[in-house]
C-alpha cells in the first residue's frame, strides 16, 4: 500500500492512496465475519452461519464496498500515524475512486487542526484600557428603585393619572354602531409617555366612564388598532370603558420594609442593600464590559495573524448552530413549515448567515487560544470551559 499526501489551501490534506487487489482481498475474510455476526440463516442460529454461506447470500457489491472501507481505514491509520506532525482530523471527504494499472487509487481529503499563521508582530505592541465596573449613582438609583416596584402594592384609585396603571376594554363601531372588533389593554405611565393620545383619550377619566372617539388608524397607538384590514377602513369609532384603576404604592425604603422583603437577614439597613446591590451592579457590569474589552482586542490584534478553519469543523459548527435553531422552534416539522413559508432565496440567505457567523466565532476563539499560548498565560485545557476564566486570565495581563 502506497499513499502521497498533498497540501490544500482549506487547512486540509488530499491523499492519495494506491492499494493492490492483493491487499483488498486480505480483507474479505474480516469483512465476511463482519456480515456473519447479524446473519441467521434455517438451521442456524444467529451469528453461526458458515463463510461460504454468508458469501452467498451477501450481495457481493456490499461485500466489495466493505473491503474498500477497511483498506481505507488501514491507509488513512498509516497516514495518521507516520505523519504524526500533521494533526489530522480523521473524517474522509470528497472521496473518489479509479481503477490505474491493475491497482485501485482512492483519492480523498482530510482536514487538519486549525492553522494560525504569524503575518507579523503588531499584535505585540497592543495596548488596553483598563475596566472600570464601578455602579454609577444613577445605575444604583435605577435598581433601588426596580426593587422597589417588585415588592410594590397596587391600590384601587379613583381617576387616571400619569403614575397609575388602568384596565381599558374598548370596541371597534361602523358607521351603524355594529361592533367590528373589540379588545382589552393595560395602560401605565410608559405608555402615556410614548403614545400622547393616549393622555387625550383617558387621562383623568374615571372608573366606569366610556369616552367615545374617531377611529383614525394611523393615529392611534398599535394596541388600539384593529388586526383585521377590512376593519381598518370600516370602523368609524372606538368606545372605551374604563374598567379598573390601581395607583402604585411603593415600599418606603426602611428597615421594616427590607425585612418584608428578605426575610432571611440577608440584608438588614438601607446602607446594607445599597452595598448588596452595588455588588451584583458590579459582578454584571463587569462581565459585560469584560466581553466587549475581549472583543475589542481580538479585534485589535486580527491584522496580525492569519486563520485558516477546516472544512469539517466550520460546516460541525454550522450543523450545531442549526440543532440549536430546531431546538428554539421547538422541533424539526416546525422548522420545516417555517422553511416552507419563506422563499428559496431567503432560506439560502439565512444559511449563509449562520455559516458566516459560524465561522467568525471559530477564527475568534482559535485566535484567543494562540494569543493566550503566545502571551505565556497559565491556562489550562479545564479553564477553557469556565465562564470568563480565560477573558479574565487575559485582562489581568494586559490591563492597563
Do not use: C
Not at 505585540?124 to 438609583?141: A, F, G, N, Q
Not at 435598581?143 to 393619572?161: G, V
Not at 384593529?226 to 426602611?254: F, G, M, T, Y
Request: charge should be negative.
Amino acid at each position: 500500500m502506497k499513499y502521497t499526501t498533498t497540501k490544500w489551501t482549506q487547512s486540509n490534506y488530499q491523499i492519495e492512496l494506491v492499494v493492490s487487489q492483493e491487499e483488498i482481498s486480505k480483507n474479505k475474510t474480516k469483512v465476511l465475519k463482519n456480515f456473519q455476526k447479524d446473519m441467521s440463516l434455517q438451521w442456524f442460529r444467529k451469528g453461526n452461519v458458515p463463510l461460504e454461506l454468508v458469501e452467498k447470500n451477501v450481495n457481493q457489491a456490499y461485500i466489495l464496498l466493505a473491503m474498500h472501507e477497511e483498506v481505507i481505514h488501514q491507509g488513512t491509520l498509516l497516514v495518521v500515524q507516520e505523519n504524526e506532525g500533521i494533526k489530522f482530523i480523521w473524517n474522509i471527504y470528497d472521496l473518489q475512486q479509479e481503477e490505474k494499472d491493475g491497482n485501485t487509487v482512492f483519492s480523498y481529503k482530510l482536514d487538519v487542526y486549525p492553522e494560525v499563521d504569524v503575518k507579523n508582530e503588531n499584535w505585540s505592541s497592543v495596548t488596553m484600557d483598563t475596566i472600570d465596573d464601578t455602579p454609577t449613582d444613577e445605575e444604583l438609583e435605577n435598581t433601588m428603585a426596580n426593587l422597589q416596584k417588585q415588592y410594590a402594592d397596587y391600590q384601587p384609585h379613583d381617576i387616571i393619572e400619569e403614575d397609575t396603571v388602568s384596565k381599558i376594554s374598548f370596541q371597534l363601531l361602523d358607521t351603524s354602531w355594529n361592533e367590528l372588533e373589540k379588545g382589552s389593554l393595560f395602560i401605565g405611565k410608559e405608555d402615556f409617555d410614548e403614545f400622547a393620545i393616549l393622555k387625550q383619550m383617558y387621562l383623568w377619566k374615571k372608573t366606569n366612564d366610556e369616552i367615545k372617539n374617531d377611529y383614525v388608524h394611523e393615529d392611534l397607538p398599535p394596541m388600539l388598532q384593529s388586526r383585521e384590514e377590512d376593519n381598518q377602513e370600516n370602523s368609524v369609532s372606538i368606545v372605551s370603558k374604563i374598567e379598573d384603576i390601581r395607583k402604585v404604592h411603593l415600599p418606603e425604603r426602611n428597615e421594616e420594609s427590607i425585612k418584608k422583603i428578605f426575610w432571611n437577614d440577608e440584608v438588614k439597613t438601607v446602607e446594607e442593600l445599597r452595598t448588596k446591590i452595588s455588588e451584583v451592579i458590579s459582578t454584571q457590569k463587569r462581565e459585560s464590559l469584560l466581553t466587549t474589552w475581549v472583543e475589542s482586542y481580538l479585534a485589535k490584534t486580527q491584522d496580525s495573524f492569519e486563520i485558516v478553519l477546516p472544512k469539517t469543523l466550520v460546516e460541525e459548527e454550522f450543523s450545531s448552530r442549526i440543532e440549536s435553531l430546531k431546538e428554539r422552534f421547538w422541533w424539526d416539522e416546525w422548522l420545516t413549515q417555517y422553511y416552507e413559508k419563506i422563499w428559496e432565496e431567503e432560506k439560502v440567505k439565512m444559511h449563509g448567515e449562520i455559516k458566516t457567523a459560524a465561522k467568525t466565532s471559530l477564527e475568534k476563539f482559535f485566535l484567543l487560544r494562540t494569543l493566550v499560548e503566545k502571551l505565556g498565560l497559565d491556562i489550562q485545557e479545564e479553564d477553557w470551559k469556565k465562564p470568563l476564566k480565560v477573558e479574565e486570565t487575559l485582562y489581568e495581563k494586559l490591563k492597563g
